[in-house]
């Protein structure tokens, strides 16, 4: 007699699991690292050495917002951050089974450039 089942069986698909939120927020996190690394010099030289991000995972709304000091990012960093941003966000949509989750992370440019 096996009475083994699935973890599709135990539980119900999608960003329901702890470890799915967590691999979710580390691609987030790492495609925003991606995105930013070629214009550290210049975000750090314009004040922005803290951005936050907050991505919204919601029957309503998918989407991102990034800033620093309380302002949008300027356009000239948005579609770095749209081509790396958006296909993990909507990946992370289509593992959505209900309710929301919102995502907000805080990033440091610490190191200076010469």
Do not use: W
């Amino acid at each position: 007699m096996n009475s083994s089942r699935t973890i599709s069986e135990d539980q119900p698909s999608g960003l329901s699991d702890p470890a799915d939120h967590s691999k979710l927020t580390e691609n987030v996190a790492k495609a925003f690292c991606l995105a930013l690394c070629p214009h550290l010099k210049l975000l750090k030289e314009d004040g922005k050495a803290k951005l936050g991000l907050r991505v919204t995972l919601d029957s309503d709304q998918v989407g991102y917002q990034a800033g620093s000091n309380g302002q949008p990012l300027p356009s000239q960093y948005m579609n770095d951050l749209d081509n790396a941003l958006v296909p993990v966000i909507h990946g992370g949509a289509c593992q959505l089974s209900e309710g929301s989750v919102v995502i907000e992370l805080i990033f440091y440019i610490l190191e200076s450039f010469s």
